[in-house]
């Protein structure tokens, strides 16, 4: 009675959070694309605009979350902002995918010393904190979206490696991917049909636990002025320009960038928290398939 009752409670705390985190990533998404179009038709002021307006004003009919420094309207560029950090965060996290599993399959299954050098360098990777790496690659690489993007990209790449090789090194050792080799099944084909559907389960979950941890990456990279040019609504970067004016009352220059990092780094990982449960079966539906 105690397992059925904790069972049932798991099912519904996991299907709400993966309906809650779903509906914010939505939302987000939804900013993300009519933010653009709006500030097209010239229905929002432009982000970058604040030549005519007072600088810190307070939230106020005419200006919703106030003005920064410069004048601009904080509700816009916060707006702006959400398709920032979408668009970086799944770039790279697309480009670590399409890198990482590959390489990750490869590894695991034929071994030998390709194997061992690879985890020697994404274990070398892996180890290093992910803000640290990230911000050591922006460095280098300089200010821009692509540049943020390509070093988010390199942070994540040895995640998804590390899953997916283990994974691999797991089922290539399963009696029917022994029976397709022995039938003379070359590597290729066994990678495709019987290996990939096996080790991808798990890519989702990671991808969007990720994310969350991008985004924050992203606004650390912006807030230690690395990230994206500062005529770029990002809202790491609008966070370290809010910093100086905060002890002088001026809040919500900081307040509405950091409430909306903050409830879409919730969304995400409401999002993987539940993926993960449904898919490890921890929540009783899937496991009775």
């Given at each position: 009675?105690?397992?059925?009752?904790?069972?049932?409670?798991?099912?519904?705390?996991?299907?709400?959070?993966?309906?809650?985190?779903?509906?914010?990533?939505?939302?987000?998404?939804?900013?993300?694309?009519?933010?653009?179009?709006?500030?097209?038709?010239?229905?929002?002021?432009?982000?970058?605009?604040?030549?005519?307006?007072?600088?810190?004003?307070?939230p106020?009919?005419?200006?919703?979350?106030?003005?920064?420094?410069?004048g601009?309207?904080?509700?816009?560029?916060?707006?702006?902002?959400s398709?920032?950090?979408?668009?970086?965060?799944?770039?790279?996290?697309?480009?670590?995918?399409v890198?990482?599993v590959?390489?990750?399959?490869?590894?695991?299954?034929?071994?030998?010393?390709?194997?061992?050098?690879?985890?020697?360098?994404?274990?070398?990777?892996?180890t290093?904190?992910?803000?640290?790496?990230?911000?050591?690659?922006?460095?280098?690489?300089?200010?821009?979206?692509?540049?943020?993007?390509?070093?988010?990209?390199?942070?994540?790449?040895?995640?998804?490696?590390?899953?997916?090789?283990?994974q691999?090194?797991?089922?290539?050792?399963?009696?029917?991917?022994?029976?397709?080799?022995?039938l003379?099944?070359?590597?290729?084909?066994?990678?495709?049909?019987?290996?990939?559907?096996?080790?991808?389960?798990s890519?989702?979950?990671?991808?969007?636990?990720?994310?969350?941890?991008?985004?924050?990456?992203?606004?650390?990279?912006?807030?230690l002025?690395?990230?994206?040019?500062?005529?770029?609504?990002?809202?790491?970067?609008?966070?370290?320009?809010?910093?100086?004016?905060?002890?002088?009352?001026?809040?919500?220059?900081?307040?509405?960038?950091?409430?909306?990092?903050f409830?879409?780094?919730?969304?995400?990982?409401?999002?993987?928290?539940?993926?993960?449960?449904?898919?490890?079966?921890?929540?009783?539906?899937?496991?009775?398939?």
């Open positions: 009675m105690f397992a059925a009752l904790s069972l049932r409670r798991a099912t519904t705390l996991s299907g709400q959070m993966a309906r809650w985190g779903l509906l914010i990533v939505l939302l987000y998404l939804l900013v993300a694309l009519l933010t653009p179009l709006l500030l097209q038709l010239g229905l929002l002021p432009d982000v970058n605009a604040g030549l005519d307006n007072p600088i810190y004003a307070a106020s009919p005419q200006h919703w979350c106030g003005t920064d420094r410069l601009r309207d904080v509700c816009v560029r916060t707006l702006a902002g398709g920032v950090a979408l668009q970086v965060v799944l770039l790279a996290l697309v480009a670590a995918l890198v990482g590959p390489l990750g399959m490869v590894s695991g299954y034929l071994g030998g010393w390709l194997d061992r050098s690879l985890v020697l360098l994404m274990d070398t990777l892996y290093l904190p992910v803000l640290l790496l990230s911000v050591v690659l922006a460095f280098l690489l300089g200010k821009g979206l692509p540049n943020a993007a390509a070093a988010l990209c390199v942070v994540y790449i040895p995640q998804y490696f590390r899953v997916v090789r283990n691999t090194a797991q089922v290539k050792a399963e009696l029917f991917v022994e029976a397709a080799r022995s003379g099944a070359g590597p290729l084909w066994v990678l495709r049909r019987y290996l990939l559907r096996n080790v991808i389960t890519v989702p979950v990671l991808l969007t636990l990720n994310a969350a941890d991008a985004v924050l990456v992203l606004g650390g990279l912006g807030f002025g690395l990230g994206l040019p500062d005529t770029v609504p990002e809202w790491g970067s609008d966070l370290q320009q809010a910093l100086t004016a905060l002890p002088t009352g001026i809040w919500w220059t900081a307040l509405f960038p950091g409430v909306a990092m409830v879409l780094v919730l969304g995400l990982s409401f999002l993987g928290e539940g993926l993960e449960s449904w898919l490890s079966g921890s929540d009783g539906t899937r496991a009775a398939r």
